[in-house]
């Protein structure tokens, strides 16, 4: 009789695995596993690039998150992988790539390199950041996260605000003709009228449904 054992070490999905890969890392190396991604309130990848030390983000005109910025360096001197590939950039104009594209319930883990080894581009003289995929699930999985934050800034602070149902969409001159002369009963008083108040909790959720349906020894066929 045979008796066959079989194991499977974690890939950096979890933090103790994530910290193995660190240790035996030939070059300066940085995981987030998905565990630590599941737990943050962080939606896109580049506002998980910002929890790692010496790495901040560029942020975009709305505030949130889009360049990884490496060491300090200009975010043109960086490189981004997913799974080890190197990602071409949606800006026929530049060579960087906005990390607030991929959604961060897609990774297994989050690699970010801040040393350039012989196997890597030559122009990644920043840092690399290395997006690793989740692969299909070995059965059906159904996962669902929600999630609630509150700043403390905001316990001793409201904002003001005003009634924008009496707004109209068109000007006088829309509704009424170019011959119109307006008066001010045309124009709604509610937006000098501000009440102040307390901002809602955020409130983040996700649901995760994965199934795999082709087996995999038919590869081998």
Do not use: C, W
Request: charged share 25%; glycine share 8%; proline share 5%.
């Amino acid at each position: 009789m045979e008796v066959t054992v079989k194991g499977k070490r974690n890939g950096g999905d979890d933090d103790p695995s994530a910290r193995r890969l660190e240790k035996n890392a030939s070059q300066i190396m940085n995981v987030v596993s998905a565990r630590a991604i599941e737990i943050s309130p962080d939606i896109t990848v580049a506002n998980v690039v910002q929890r790692v030390s010496g790495v901040s983000i560029e942020r975009n005109s709305n505030g949130e998150g889009q360049y990884a910025i490496l060491r300090g360096m200009d975010k043109r001197y960086n490189t981004t992988l997913v799974n080890g590939v190197k990602v071409p950039s949606p800006d026929n104009k530049y060579r960087y790539v906005p990390l607030d594209l991929f959604p961060s319930d897609m990774l297994e883990r989050l690699e970010i390199y801040k040393s350039l080894t012989p196997n890597m581009e030559a122009d990644a003289i920043g840092g690399v950041v290395n997006m690793v995929m989740k692969s299909a699930p070995s059965k059906l999985l159904f996962q669902a996260n929600l999630a609630t934050g509150y700043s403390q800034r905001y316990f001793n602070r409201d904002f003001g605000s005003f009634s924008t149902s009496g707004v109209s969409s068109k000007s006088p001159y829309e509704l009424h003709g170019k011959n119109y002369n307006a008066t001010s009963a045309d124009f709604d008083k509610g937006t000098l009228d501000y009440t102040y108040k307390k901002p809602s909790p955020d409130l983040i959720g996700n649901l995760t449904i994965g199934n795999r349906y082709l087996d995999d020894k038919l590869g081998s066929y």
